[in-house]
């Protein structure tokens, strides 16, 4: 397979004169002469500093190592590509895709552009005075044979080509052969090759569900035939790759694999039609979830990331993984104060952020010593983890928020210091970092509200098992998945998650930037737009008596009774909390205390435990008054 790609390679190269070395009439010496959808760009050598206008080319670059300067919808991007390797936080939003800023590009001062050129056909020429600019096809000539994934393939190693990045691109690919050869094998011993499929997106507007489903020229499918599965969807091939239908559409769908990513309530509409649960792949349990928004954006690591997706939804593994395999050392770790690096897999980890030796030893880690919090000083672990934590006695660390005990930690003689939840400060940060490589909170977030997925992804990164956390992540997800198309009443709820920690009239609430906030948005109620604004760029706000409306929405949840002055019992006779209509409804949650402490954590570990003890409490609500 791999002579057979560098060969269609060097194919297209040769036809489309993307790479014509015997040309060179109008570039100056030095440079390479690209022929592309929109001209012909003559392009530096030692390019440092690239913009990229479409998500895919991002990819291409990040796939290559290269962080590009520029990106246009950095948040739409950050929202919807699901890829192993991140962002930079130096990276900087260019406006749109379809009106980028050329102002903005300009003062960035790159020397690559890197556009489509559907989207760039009238500012090209505005680009190319700003740096020279590269626009591409996003799909093939019909007339050239060539598919999307050979395009993507082709893309790809221009840039690569580019850059000076050829050996990179090179095993980038060899990587990716690899991967759909272990792919087919592990489905052959599975005795799955050979399954048909239909790839598909769902969506629901003004009540109306759509969905594409794809066809042999899309690349997502192109993908899944290279591992031996086969598309099952036998509509004409399209322009884009897919076809548009209604839910009703679905009814002459025979049995098959149907993967499927799906947006906003999707999921709670399949669980209540009767259509959709009479489908025989629906019955005979062959409808996967992919996630909402794990999804192909054109490059060779979400290609990768497509495979994984897929091998997981059918419970087959790869034979031969090994964790040596999932990550290699050295690793960088990008955080709030800048880039950290791991030489080799750390064996000595303390922990000092206040919920990461759940993490850790989810990931088969045994940190060494951990901060106390929310639990007796003298217990390291709670239920939820004690099982894989399998009796371990690490040394409990008792160190109040801003008072880190630097010579206790450099006694511990650590290989690598957790401080993803710690909240530290840069000096902190500086100071752990003479003791031994600190991984600490992303910027992107406030601190103490990373989300429990980015915290997985970070540590499992920093040890060496990614892989491992992504396949946490996703067994969470699902359960967060099940509970929502076991529950639809709890879509689009408003609810507020308060506290009470002090006298009975005093309150506060955590936000949607909150773990304890997002546990429930990820059940598919709503914390009102209101409440974050007010927050600001805290994970919490505390309210005045007067405010005391805010507290007022269709469910409310009361955390941390064991902090409120007399508990429970008092808040309920408080007539503050009586005059609220939600009091009223009886929409009044109280956590009890081992699911609160769940709740607390957040981790990739409690949420299980936190879903099993509180969801049947909010189901009980929805089936007593039928709201």
């Known amino acids: 397979m791999r002579k057979t790609v560098i060969l269609l390679l060097m194919l297209i190269f040769y036809w489309s004169g993307v790479v014509d070395a015997q040309d060179t009439s109008g570039c100056e010496a030095g440079t390479t002469r690209i022929e592309h959808a929109l001209g012909i760009t003559c392009v530096p050598a030692d390019v440092e500093r690239v913009v990229a206008l479409e998500w895919t080319y991002v990819e291409n670059l990040l796939a290559l190592g290269v962080q590009p300067v520029g990106v246009a919808d950095i948040e739409g991007y950050n929202n919807w590509v699901d890829i192993s390797v991140e962002l930079s936080e130096d990276t900087i939003d260019v406006g749109t895709r379809q009106e980028p800023n050329l102002e903005l590009i300009a003062e960035l001062e790159p020397d690559l552009i890197l556009t489509a050129s559907f989207r760039s ?18 799909y093939p000539d ?29 095993q980038v690919i060899a990587d990716l052969d690899a991967t759909f050869a272990a792919a087919q094998s592990a489905l052959e011993e599975a005795g799955r090759a050979d399954e048909t499929f239909i790839l598909s997106q769902g969506w629901i507007a003004n009540d109306t569900a759509t969905f594409r489903l794809f066809t042999d020229n899309a690349m997502a499918v192109q993908v899944l035939e290279r591992i031996g599965l086969e598309n099952a969807w036998d509509d004409a091939p399209q322009p884009f790759g897919f076809t548009e239908i209604s839910f009703e ?50 490059g060779p690591l979400s290609a990768e990331l497509l495979v ?62 951990v901060r106390s919090w929310y639990a007796d000083e003298s217990i390291a672990f709670l239920p939820w983890a004690e099982d894989e934590a399998g009796g371990a006695t690490p040394e409990i660390l008792v160190m109040p928020f801003g008072n880190l005990n630097y010579e206790a930690i450099l006694a511990l003689n650590p290989d690598m210091i957790s401080a993803v ?24 977030y406030v601190d103490f509200g990373m989300p429990w997925q980015e915290i997985t992804r970070t540590i499992g990164a920093a040890v060496g098992q990614l892989d491992a956390a992504e396949e946490l992540i996703s ?43 997002r546990f429930f ?37 009361f955390l941390g009774l064991g902090f409120a002055e007399g508990g429970q019992e008092a808040i309920e006779n408080d007539p503050l909390i009586q005059q609220l209509d939600v009091f009223k409804a009886g929409n009044v949650v109280f956590i009890p205390a081992e699911y609160d402490d769940a709740l607390q954590y957040s981790s990739v570990l409690s949420l299980e435990f936190a879903l099993e003890g509180i969801v049947p409490e909010l189901a009980a609500i929805f089936n007593d008054d039928g709201n």
């Open 249 to 298: 559409g679905f009814a002459g769908i025979e049995d098959t694999n149907f993967f499927y990513v799906a947006q906003g309530d999707v999921n709670e509409a399949f669980a209540a039609s009767p259509l959709w649960n009479s489908l025989p792949f629906v019955q005979s349990d062959r409808a996967y979830y992919l996630g909402g928004d794990v999804w192909l954006f054109g």
């Open 308 to 369: 994984e997706t897929i091998l997981d939804a059918l419970n087959v593994e790869i034979p031969g993984a090994t964790e040596d395999a999932q990550a290699a050392f050295p690793v960088t770790i990008e955080h709030k104060f800048g880039t950290t690096t791991i030489e080799e897999a750390p064996e000595r980890v303390v922990a000092i952020g206040y919920t990461e030796q759940d993490y850790l030893v989810a990931l088969g880690v045994i940190p060494i010593a």
């Open 475 to 517: 067994e969470v997800e699902t359960r967060f998945a099940e509970a929502r198309e076991a529950n639809p009443e709890f879509a689009g709820q408003t609810i507020v998650v308060a506290y009470n920690y002090g006298d009975a009239r005093t309150y506060g609430y955590y936000t949607a930037q909150d773990g304890r906030g």
């Open 421 to 444: 939840t710690a909240g530290i400060t840069q000096e902190e940060y500086e100071t752990l970092s003479q003791i031994a490589p600190t991984i600490a909170q992303s910027g992107d």
């Open 521 to 557: 948005t990820d059940l598919g109620f709503v914390i009102p737009d209101e409440l974050n604004e007010i927050a600001g760029e805290s994970f919490f706000a505390d309210i005045s008596t007067e405010r005391i409306d805010l507290l007022d929405q269709d469910v409310l949840i």
């Open 121 to 138: 056909a009238n500012n090209y020429d505005e680009l190319s005075a700003i740096a020279p600019t590269i626009a591409f096809n996003r």
């Open 142 to 170: 019909p007339e050239s044979g060539a598919s999307q994934y050979d395009e993507m393939l082709a893309t790809f190693m221009t840039i690569a080509n580019v850059l000076g990045l050829e050996d990179v691109g090179d």
